[in-house]
């Protein structure tokens, strides 16, 4: 398996743009999640999927931001509008969730976005 | 409110030495608790895992603790290599929220020649 895989990998756009990442997990991985990270807040959790379905959304900063799970195999998170402080790596998560828990966590590369 | 804290936030060494990592939690119920290596422009990978009845697990140079009763972990690193150079997260899994993974926000360690 290619691991999880997401797209793009560097992203600028303008203030006001919209911005969609894209995510593709390991297959047979049931959760998945998005994270955002900056220097100044470390990795924060946006929102969290188990079986495609939204469990923990409250992570998500504010209405500008959405994300999507439609099948087993792809996820979105879109930005609109995208604002300055947006910037940051986001990073897709994908993991087995069995037994009660969520083993190992397997990261993709990220998608570094500067919004100017 | 769950939380986890690492210290120190920054630690320079020479390469050979060997560093020990703090994380301290406050999560509740506790389900496992994981340490990341994260290299500057990558994601993060997994070093360790370790639920409830474990007190430690080694991967290589890497050797992290866990005790429950004061929800305090470590990680240690045994002759330091240039490559070691990279976050260390701390990771504690919220058996709450179906698995949701609480982080820390990293140690950054240095190794220099």
């Known amino acids: 398996d290619a691991g999880v895989i997401q797209s793009p990998r560097h992203e600028v756009t303008e203030m006001g743009q919209e911005v969609t990442l894209r995510c593709k997990p390991i297959?047979?991985?049931?959760?998945l999640f998005w994270y955002r990270q900056t220097m100044m807040r470390g990795l924060e959790l946006l929102i969290y999927?188990?079986?495609?379905?939204?469990?923990?959304d409250s992570g998500m900063p504010e209405d500008r931001f959405s994300a999507k799970m439609p099948n087993a195999s792809f996820s979105t998170l879109k930005i609109q509008p995208s604002e300055p402080r947006d910037s940051a790596v986001y990073f897709c998560?994908?993991?087995?969730?069995?037994?009660?828990?969520?083993?190992?966590?397997?990261f993709g590369q990220g998608t570094r976005l500067t919004v100017v | 409110k769950n939380q986890v804290e690492q210290s120190p936030q920054s630690l320079i060494i020479l390469e050979g030495k060997n560093c020990t990592l703090q994380?301290?939690?406050?999560?509740?119920?506790?389900?496992?608790l994981r340490w990341y290596k994260q290299d500057t422009g990558r994601g993060p990978v997994s070093l360790t895992i370790m639920t409830f009845s474990e007190n430690t697990k080694s991967n290589g140079r890497y050797t992290a603790t866990l005790d429950a009763d004061t929800k305090q972990s470590s990680l240690h690193i045994t002759a330091s290599q240039l490559s070691d150079s990279a976050s260390y997260i701390c990771?504690?899994?919220?058996?709450?929220?179906?698995?949701?993974?609480?982080f820390g926000k990293g140690t950054k360690l240095s190794v220099k020649p």
């Open positions: 999927f188990n079986n495609n379905v939204p469990i923990d």
């Open positions: 994380c301290n939690y406050t999560v509740s119920p506790f389900s496992n």
């Open positions: 998560a994908s993991s087995l969730f069995t037994g009660g828990m969520n083993t190992e966590a397997f």
């Open positions: 990771v504690v899994s919220d058996e709450g929220s179906q698995g949701n993974l609480i």
């Open positions: 297959s047979g991985h049931n959760s």
